[in-house]
């Protein structure tokens, strides 16, 4: 059976050159390969069942992943997905959506980098640069847009106490699930920090898929609490040349054997 690669975005705008920012037309033709190539883009419960054994895929799969739930996914990205019927799973800071949600969001206003963006959630200015909660309703209700947590507040873990822990990752699943009425089975670490401590407080909060940021493939029997994921490059040729790597069984093997990564 084939591998499943989970890939990572974060940004999809006009900054060229920002390390975790892909250009809209990039984008667009790496969705458009992943459709015309036949791909599967699977939903959350699905990867979870595809390791667990419960669905066997004929066809080539990839899950798709964005962290933070910034403003510019909605303005460059979902277009697109709708464009090629891509399915992602979308991964938010619920405190910053709270407060994006207090006030009013211009779509029409410049995208800001990645450095500015984080600068201008610092200062309380989220709602230029992140997602409020009736985008992410807009975007669940196609159908084609999951959404899971990334936390409350954008911690990193594997410092915070039991009660930071709860607060963190039981706050932000019980939020999401309040305002989007749908089950957050999903987690993605800030900074890809975590410890053993951090992971039991998630499972036993019931999270069903835990994302971390290391570099890798999913198998089936692989750690549904330590999913393995690819960050995106602005790159159509990359990408291209990663999928077809990251799809085969003996290619992927052979390559992150050479990398020296964890299987």
């Not at 403003?71 to 464009?83: C, M, S």
């Not at 909660?133 to 507040?153: P, R």
């Not at 800030?190 to 069903?208: C, E, L, Q």
Request: charged share 25%; glycine share 6%.
């Amino acid at each position: 059976m084939r591998p499943v690669p989970v890939l990572t975005y974060h940004h999809v705008n006009e900054h060229k050159g920002d390390m975790v920012t892909v250009l809209p037309e990039v984008f667009e033709q790496q969705m458009r390969y992943l459709s015309k190539a036949g791909y599967r883009t699977l939903k959350a419960d699905e990867l979870l069942s595809f390791i667990n054994g419960g669905l066997f895929l004929d066809e080539k799969a990839v899950m798709i992943t964005f962290d933070d739930g910034w403003l510019d996914n909605y303005v460059y990205a979902f277009p697109i997905l709708r464009k090629y019927n891509i399915n992602v799973a979308v991964c938010i800071t619920t405190d910053w959506i709270e407060k994006t949600s207090e006030n009013t969001i211009d779509l029409n206003a410049r995208i800001p980098d990645h450095n500015e963006s984080y600068s201008l959630v610092k200062r309380g200015e989220g709602h230029k640069v992140v997602l409020n909660w009736e985008l992410a309703k807009e975007m669940s209700e196609s159908g084609l847009v999951e959404f899971y947590s990334h936390t409350k507040s954008h911690r990193k873990c594997h410092h915070l106490s039991a009660d930071e822990l709860e607060e963190e990752l039981e706050g932000s699943k019980r939020i999401m699930e309040e305002r989007l009425g749908r089950p957050c089975i999903a987690l993605c670490w800030p900074f890809g920090r975590n410890n053993d401590f951090s992971m039991k407080i998630a499972r036993d909060n019931g999270y069903s898929l835990l994302f971390t940021t290391k570099n890798g493939i999913v198998k089936k029997g692989s750690d549904p609490y330590a999913i393995n994921r690819i960050s995106v490059k602005d790159s159509v040729f990359w990408f291209r040349k990663s999928m077809l790597i990251y799809s085969s069984s003996l290619l992927s093997t052979w390559y992150i054997y050479l990398k020296g990564w964890k299987k």
